[in-house]
Every structure is written in structure tokens, then in C-alpha cells.
């Protein structure tokens, strides 16, 4: 079993639509939890980041961490053709030495 | 401010050649963290390099190896070049090893025939 599991997608979705984008994960020892975004031939560029559980807002992007299940989302909302990417979960802890652990990415294309 | 510049943007090499390549941290970043991508697939954890020392290292063979200078820029060595080092190999910087606010470049293609 991998420590984080992601589904590849690709998610398929109209603009405007909400979408959402899940990550599992293994290990309950995890205490970071980041969402990045990587468009085609760039690097991943840091969307946001959670401690512990909790959401987390920022303008049309949500994050939520439900450690209990050990599940994290990210939620936008009225999507863009512009957020069409690949989204990267990423974690962290102790038990990873405090380095992140990726998720394969879930690639999202927002149709216009 | 110029953001994480990595060298070259593309690279073939032929299998068991040595291959360097380069990244220049954000200003103001003291730490850089070096990653492979597979095609498909999350970034995979090479090392870490602060205060121009290894500070931690992923599980990677000795053929990958690395340096940091005075001036934060690093560099990230891989001898005998196998095909399946063929990846996306990206570096990240950060002020201090906080690594979940690191900043990544754009990334080196690596091909290997």
C-alpha cells in the first residue's frame, strides 16, 4: 500500500462547475498536509497548506483535513479553464523525517 | 525577484554517461531539496542540502550525489546513467528546512537512450 494514494484522474468537469480532488493517506503520525498544482512542463507550485485537521480558505480554493479518516480534499470553486493542471497532495511529519511525501496527481481538465 | 532557475531545460544522454545538473535557489532561500518525476507520477525525494552539507537523503543509490555552494546555489550529480533515470528532476528551495514551504523550479527533462 502506498502512504498516499490519489486517483489519476483525469477528472473531466465544465467551467463553473465546483470540483472536488481526495487524497488518502496511511500513516496518522502526518501533521502537514500541502496541495499543489503543476501545470504541463513546470515544476509543482505550492497551492496551500494545512497542519492537523481542519479546512483552510483561500479565494476560490479550499483545503480540508480529516485525520480521523485520514483524508484530505481540495475543493474549487467556479473552476477555470485556467485550473485545468495536475493537482499533487503532498504530507509530512515526523514519520517522514519531516520530507513530503507526494501523491502520483490527479490531472483535472476544466472544459470551457 | 527571480524565482528557483534551474539548468539546462533539456537533456539526452546515452546510458553510463555522468550528467550535472543545476538550480539556483529564490533569494533570500539558504536550503534546496532535489526531486525525480517519473512520468505519471509525484515528485520522489533525493536529498536535501543546508548550509552546503547533506542534511537528508531519499532512497537513492550513491550514483546520485550532490553539492551546495557558498552562495546556495546546488548541484545534482548522477554517474553510470541507467534508462530508468530517464525523469523530470526538480529542485526546490526553502529558508530552512521547512519543507512544506519550498518553492520548486521549473525542472530539468532528463532523457537516457
Known amino acids: 500500500q502506498k502512504e498516499v494514494e490519489q486517483d489519476p484522474g483525469p477528472l473531466s468537469v465544465p467551467e463553473g462547475a465546483i470540483v472536488s480532488l481526495n487524497c488518502t493517506y496511511s500513516?496518522?503520525?502526518?501533521?502537514?498536509f500541502m496541495w499543489y498544482r503543476q501545470y504541463s512542463r513546470k515544476g509543482p507550485e505550492l497551492l496551500m497548506y494545512?497542519?492537523s485537521s481542519g479546512n483552510k480558505e483561500d479565494g476560490r480554493f479550499t483545503a480540508q483535513v480529516d485525520k480521523s479518516s485520514k483524508y484530505i480534499s481540495l475543493f474549487i470553486r467556479d473552476s477555470q479553464p485556467s485550473d485545468s493542471a495536475t493537482y499533487l497532495c503532498a504530507i509530512e511529519g515526523v514519520d517522514s523525517n519531516y520530507q513530503l511525501i507526494w501523491g502520483a496527481g490527479t490531472k483535472l481538465i476544466i472544459k470551457p | 525577484d527571480a524565482g528557483v532557475t534551474q539548468s539546462p531545460t533539456h537533456l539526452i544522454k546515452t546510458r553510463g554517461q555522468q550528467v550535472t545538473l543545476r538550480c539556483s535557489p529564490k533569494s533570500g532561500h539558504d536550503t534546496v531539496s532535489w526531486y525525480q518525476q517519473a512520468l505519471g507520477q509525484g515528485p520522489q525525494f533525493i536529498f536535501q542540502y543546508y548550509e552546503e552539507e547533506e542534511r537528508q537523503r531519499g532512497n537513492f543509490p550513491d550514483r546520485f550525489s550532490g553539492h551546495q555552494f557558498p552562495n546556495y546555489s546546488s548541484e545534482l550529480n548522477v554517474n553510470a546513467l541507467l534508462l530508468g533515470d530517464s525523469a523530470l528532476y526538480l529542485c526546490a528551495s526553502s529558508l530552512g528546512q521547512a519543507p512544506y514551504e519550498q518553492y520548486f523550479g521549473p525542472g530539468t527533462r532528463l532523457t537516457v537512450t
Open positions: 494545512t497542519y
Open positions: 500513516n496518522s503520525a502526518f501533521q502537514y
